[in-house]
């Protein structure tokens, strides 16, 4: 079973957009849609790692910021001729709290 | 002997409990009913047709006097129970008491009142019972202003009584789109059409700072400053579960009062039901569910088994004319799919949500006929595989035409403008095509439309083919995947059609996603801007990365700040600034740009504000090195120290800096002003170029030194600055009305023509003079440093991380 932790109020994010999340493993961004769904991925673009968490989200797609891979937040998927996969993290709203994975709040087994 | 069975609430969920108790076995206890209302049960959903006046009271009782003395329940009507003595199983109300073998708690939920200034003044109401209801009808609303705040399924249900009575209403509402939790952005804006129609002001995106007023509230203030004046005011905010006997009485109490499957509290000899209750970490809005739990109740108190298992409920919001569906959740899963149908031409939208095959959610608005068979199928977990292709036109449907992307264009009315340029409406392009001119260059003979900038071409073919019918058009290439309609098409339509926001152009031209792309988006966003500077809100979220964060990214994803430098000039107080920021916040490279201003590159996100705060005392601005906007005037020391200077070269550009920063265009502007024909602003490659000359200003435009090199085109000589000024205004604005999102002057330029342009600002003084006016008016709302916007202490957080996990970790 997953553990959660609270990352913050879901407000906190705006609609459409996404904020980070420091954690030991690297930056998460978690991210909001317009209907309030959220989706933590690795904040590291596969092609050249570009800041996912600054690109422009539209529907449950985002595009990163510095050349335009588009990636499916579901499944952390490139869309159309990209390839290339990020990683996604269990998280979930609870009474407009987020609560992300606790996973990501230990250290990586060593 | 009969057990006591003691019931603290008559809602409309004991009541339903009851029914079923009394029907299955009427002899098992001596029933004792207290309500807080002095009545008893009423069908609470219909309190709205009360508030409308299209129902009475007496319509919506459920269980009257007769009723309640034929099933011989003593009824405490007017009681609130104000204590639970657990250990006697005595329950008091300040009249009364009775004992109890089984209590059942079914107190609802109060509504939720927003901490504000002047929430307690007389003529501020919330929307539960039967006299907040009569409260807003006696308040006589013909005629006076009434402000709901809560645009949800409640506010809105209060906002449609109290305009049906003649009110003049407004909703306030704190998130982007009506019913955010029911609705996507799409159905909130259709939503929003229709009561706007109905004379209802809509402010979404609004919070409430406070209600003003001395004895009795007069108006309602927001924090942006907008004040609503209110004879009345409703707060539907929220509600919240009413728990406070139980927690008084030490029950296990979380959001609500927490039962097992069974309904039964942690005191076993106590139950709960409706919507005070918490099952499974889940609490309840609406009565589909407290109606099963009514059964499950009925059947635990008679000793039979049964579980509570709580289905997924579908919402309507019952608004006479305002058709809307939404059922399912719409969080969360991996792999899910969207099927989407607009008929922007009948203000219907459809939206489904699958998962594995199987609908999740369904969002619809406009027509909602086929809402409760996808219900069903969603339900039911239905495998949909087979009837994909067809599913979103519903059971009735099988094969057929795909949505028609002319439909947008076919409802124009005839009247609504199509050509720009030559005043040529939809009417009389089809009156030509009637009359025989079936080809666009007959057309354009006969009425002129798109033989001017020729944009509007697209749309002049599509009225034509519409005319036609249906003959196959060559299709115009789209804005992106998500539409059919060109660039140059959505600008017109935006205005034609009165186009207000992003949601509205994706559901009125059909858009084929559910929210654009990052192609459209950015565009749709400077279209919309750049029409109505004064109504539209600029959507952050539609913008690229360096326009959110007014600074460009870089390719490690720190940012590069580059301070305004008016027309090239500084002073040694803002260097020394510029190199106080750069110590300060460890900047690794400070360089001098092609633009006559100082780069700070490398810089993290989370100093962004505080850089910009430390700038701005200096006096320095944004140099908006990021934007589709003005970057930079570059200028040469011209007349004031140029043994060759002509004009002040220098303070003409710092004044055009000045005038146009901070407008947004449809891709970067950049000018140049040199104070002789030696030209060292090499201003004849820029967007904008001035030559000054002892005769005058020589203005040029549309050259190119990026990816294309072109000389600029002279577009105006004159003698007068001033007059130099307002021709360069006017260029832009012409610019920014009518070219393509992402082509810069010389590119459109190209496409419209030198001489259309001329004869728009230079030969034409009215038409120039009203360019220069409608920038104007757009300025007054964008001539402004961002970074003063988000270096305040409440915007500062908003840059850093969400939060930092890593510090648990070090634990
Ligand atoms: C900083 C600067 C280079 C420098 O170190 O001097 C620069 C840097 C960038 N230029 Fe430039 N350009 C800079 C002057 C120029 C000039 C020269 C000028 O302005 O006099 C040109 C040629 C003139 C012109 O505008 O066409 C120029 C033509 C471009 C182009 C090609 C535009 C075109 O339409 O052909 C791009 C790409 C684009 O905009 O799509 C570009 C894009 C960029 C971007 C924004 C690339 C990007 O998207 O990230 C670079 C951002 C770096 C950063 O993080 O700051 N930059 N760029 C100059 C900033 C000037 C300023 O003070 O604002
Ligand atoms: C205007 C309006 C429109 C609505 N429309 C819809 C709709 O279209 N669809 C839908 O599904 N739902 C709708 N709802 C919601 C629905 O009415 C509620 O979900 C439902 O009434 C909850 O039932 P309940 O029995 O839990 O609480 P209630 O019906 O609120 O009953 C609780 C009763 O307990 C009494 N009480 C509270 N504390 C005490 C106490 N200490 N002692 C004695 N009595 C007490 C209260 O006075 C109240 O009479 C609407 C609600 C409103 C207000
Ligand atoms: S020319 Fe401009 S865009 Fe190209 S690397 Fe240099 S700064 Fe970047
Ligand atoms: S780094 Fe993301 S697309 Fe290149």
Known sequence: MTLFVDIGALDDIPQQGARVVKTAQGCIAVFRTADDTVFALDDRCPHKGGPLSEGIVHGTSVTCP????????????????????????????????????ARLATRKAA | MKKKLVIIGAGMASGRMLEHLLEANPDAYDVTLFNGEPRGNYNRLMLSPVLSGEKTYDDIVTHDDDWYAAHGVDCRFGEPVVHIDRDRRIVHSNLSSAEYDALVIATGSAPFIIPVVGKELPGVVTYRDLEDTNAMIDAGMAGKEAVVIGGGLLGLEAAAGMAARGAKVTVIHLMGHLMERQLDPAAGYLLQKDLERRGITVHCKGATKAIMGHGQAEAVLLEDGTVYPADLVCMAVGIRPETRIAVDAHLEVERGITVDDTLRTSDPHIFALGECVEHRKQLFGLVAPLYDQAKVLAKTLLGEAAEFQPVQTATKLKVTGCDLFSAGDFAEGEGREDIVFRDPGRGIYKRLVLENDRIIGVVMYGDTADGSWFYGLMKDGADIREMRDTLIFGPAFQGGAAPDPMAAVAALPPEAEICGCNGVCKGTIVQAVQNGATTLDAVRACTKASGSCGTCTGLVKQVMALTLGGAVVEAPTGMCKCTDHTHEDVRRLITSMGLKSIPAVLQELGWKTVGGCHSCRPALNFYLLAEWPLDYQDDRQSRFVNERNHANIQKDGTYSVVPRMWGGVTTPAELRAIADAADKYNVPMVKVTGGQRI???????????????????????????????????????????????????????????????????????????????????????????????????QISVAGAAGMELKETEALAATPSEDEAVEIITAFVQLYRESAKYLDRPYKWVAKVGLDWVKDRVVADLESRRALVARFEISQSVYRKDPWAEHSTTSEMPKWAPLADLTLEAAE
């Open chain 1, 66 to 101: 510095l050349h335009n891979w588009v990636f499916d937040m579901n499944s952390g998927q490139a869309q159309g001729a990209d390839q290339g996969m990020v990683r996604t993290y269990p998280i979930r709203v609870e009474a407009g709290r987020v609560l992300i994975s």
């Open chain 2, 599 to 697: 780069d700070l590159l490398g810089v993290r996100k989370e100093d962004l504000p505080h850089m910009w705060a430390d700038l701005n005392e200096a006096g320095l601005v944004s140099g908006h090195a990021y934007s589709k906007g003005l970057r930079t005037v570059k200028t040469c020391v011209g007349s004031e120290f140029c043994r060759f200077g002509t004009q002040d070269s220098t303070g003409l550009g710092i004044r055009l800096e000045k005038l146009l920063w901070g407008s947004w265009t449809p891709h970067k502007v950049k000018l140049g002003v040199s104070g002789c024909p030696r030209n060292c602003a090499e201003a004849t490659c820029k967007d904008v170029g001035v030559i000054c000359v002892d005769s005058g200003y």
